[in-house]
């Protein structure tokens, strides 16, 4: 089936019914607590590799990869089903760096030998990845990167450093852009590498957010050896590899779905309030349409997926609008929110939201707020995303 089907027939409404039964099997309820009170990009490791390992069970953990390497083989109505069931139940976030960016990057460029190596352990949950390439000066401005990779005999040696890196201190593999060698066009002389983050000289130091969470980190890389044999294609190819990954970074994953259920639990605040603010009915009024347009433009995305076409450059407008609507939606729940939202409250542990059944909506709100403030800067800032549009797209 190449075409989206918003109707649903009698297979589809039974695939509903499939995924709802399993989730309602399956998903714990302080799971799906413990996601919606989760105020960062990523859900904690101990809450989505669990998950993950549910999902790689069913076989349900890869819709987007192809069959031959343990994909679903659905097409684009299932798709949506499915991800948007996961949202109505608030199943946790996935890391979708393995999954969604590692895998794809394989596929197309990895060898026979690191497809037989990686892609089962990504699927089955065996191997947390983690993404290597912003640098102290090196972030919307890519190209400058300056983590050096140099060759000795069978290895390269690496020295220099990542930062921002989501989820590195519980990560045990990197995809990285290295250094190789330099040259007039910087982008020539970069290179792909996957490192496993028990090497030797691999440091890991985290950053607190603005939002008090930690996330990301920084790497540090002190003479420390990767095999030759984890280089992904030759050498200074690691610039295509990268726009290729970013591609699916930025549109191979439904925020849609999310953004609704998101929005949905504003509008039953805002009742539960009894608000009667024009401005605020308005501004929820236009937000409804935004995710309804933002949807439909996924499910575009999302056709081309399973006939097989990479996101290309049209994933630059999914970035671009899912930003901005998650800060917009941030933006109205601390504005419902008013007063309480001023109580300072962090992610917590999992283990603390278990024992903590009863949990008020509003203490979520300011973290999640001052943490969105990053999502027009990290995978390509929106004036990057801008610039890709006007080009690629618009012929500029």
Not at 109 to 118: I, P
């Amino acid at each position: 089936m190449n075409k989206m089907n918003l109707t649903l027939d009698g297979d589809a409404a039974a695939f509903r019914e499939e995924v709802r039964a399993f989730l309602e099997a399956k998903l714990a309820p302080e799971m799906a607590r413990a996601q919606r009170l989760t105020t960062t990009v990523f859900s904690e490791y101990e809450l989505s590799h669990p998950w993950h390992e549910i999902l790689a069970r069913k076989g349900w953990a890869a819709p987007d990869w192809p069959v031959e390497h343990g994909g679903t083989g659905w097409d684009a109505t299932r798709r949506y089903i499915f991800a948007s069931e996961m949202e109505r139940a608030a199943s946790p976030y996935i890391s979708p760096i393995g999954l969604h960016m590692v895998g794809p990057v394989l596929i197309k460029f990895g060898t026979a030998a690191q497809k037989k190596r990686f892609l089962p352990r990504i699927l089955q949950a065996q191997d947390y990845w983690c993404q290597g390439f912003s640098e102290p000066g090196a972030g919307s401005d890519l190209a400058s990167l300056k983590l050096r990779a140099v060759r000795q005999g069978d290895d390269y040696v690496l020295n220099g450093s990542k930062i921002w890196t989501t989820h590195a201190h519980v990560a045990n593999w990197m995809i990285a852009l290295v250094r190789t060698s330099d040259g007039p066009k910087p982008q020539a002389g970069i290179s792909c590498l996957l490192v496993p983050m028990s090497a030797a000289g691999v440091q890991v130091r985290p950053i607190r957010t603005i939002g008090g969470d930690h996330e990301v980190n920084e790497v540090f890389f002190g003479d420390t050896r990767v095999p030759v044999a984890n280089l992904v294609a030759d050498e200074g190819q690691g610039w295509a590899i990268a726009k290729y990954l970013l591609e699916f970074e930025r549109g191979s994953v439904m925020a849609a779905a999310a953004l609704r259920r998101s929005l949905n639990e504003l509008l039953d605040r805002a009742l539960a309030i009894d608000i009667d603010d024009p401005d605020i009915e308005y501004s929820l009024s236009r937000l409804g349409i935004d995710i309804d347009t933002l949807e439909m433009m996924e499910l575009r995305m999302l056709s081309g997926l399973a006939r097989g076409e990479p996101p290309g450059a049209e994933s630059s407008i999914l970035k671009l609008r899912v930003s901005q609507l998650q800060q917009q939606v941030t933006e109205m729940a601390l504005q419902l929110a008013g007063e309480s939202a001023l109580r300072w409250e962090t992610r917590r542990a999992f283990h603390e939201i278990c024992s903590t059944p009863d949990e008020d909506a509003n203490k979520p709100a300011l973290s999640r707020y001052l943490n969105t403030r990053a999502n027009t800067i990290f995978g390509g800032s929106s004036e990057i995303q801008r610039t890709i549009i006007a080009k690629q797209l618009l012929k500029l």
